[in-house]
């Protein structure tokens, strides 16, 4: 995944790419979650929709298959300043996709540790 940024202002666009490598076909149409995080952990704010906003559902991705996936995330204009994370993953009706390889990264529950922003007013 890549961030545009880690600093940002209550009210900015969070622009976010991910990189989904696909390692098995999949039978399923999965979306994405993208969860803005306090740090105590609860949620701030979340982004769900289909990878390449439904122009790539997962159930058309192939083995081997790189889905480079731009995402924005709005950051409420009533954000207080602090320090966030980022966390995202794929899920369907029957729970998130299991996380086989997250390259050099954090993974807890299923859900994938991209980075710590900065929010200051």
């Not at 979650?33 to 390449?52: A, V, W």
């Not at 159930?59 to 602090?82: M, Y």
Request: glycine fraction near 6%; hydrophobic fraction near 35%.
């Amino acid at each position: 995944a890549s961030l545009s940024q880690t600093r940002f202002r209550p009210g900015d666009n969070l622009s976010l790419t991910l990189r989904w490598r696909c390692l098995a076909n999949l039978d399923r149409s999965y979306k994405v979650f993208i969860h803005l995080l306090r740090s105590d952990g609860s949620l701030l704010t979340q982004r769900d929709i289909e990878p390449l906003n439904g122009f790539r559902p997962t159930n058309t991705w192939q083995v081997g298959d790189l889905v480079v996936d731009p995402h924005q995330v709005a950051i409420p204009s009533s954000t207080p300043a602090g320090t966030y994370v980022i966390r995202v993953g794929l899920y369907d009706e029957r729970g998130r996709m299991p996380v086989v390889d997250p390259g050099n990264t954090e993974v807890i529950d299923n859900t994938i540790f991209i980075a710590e922003i900065e929010i200051a007013p």
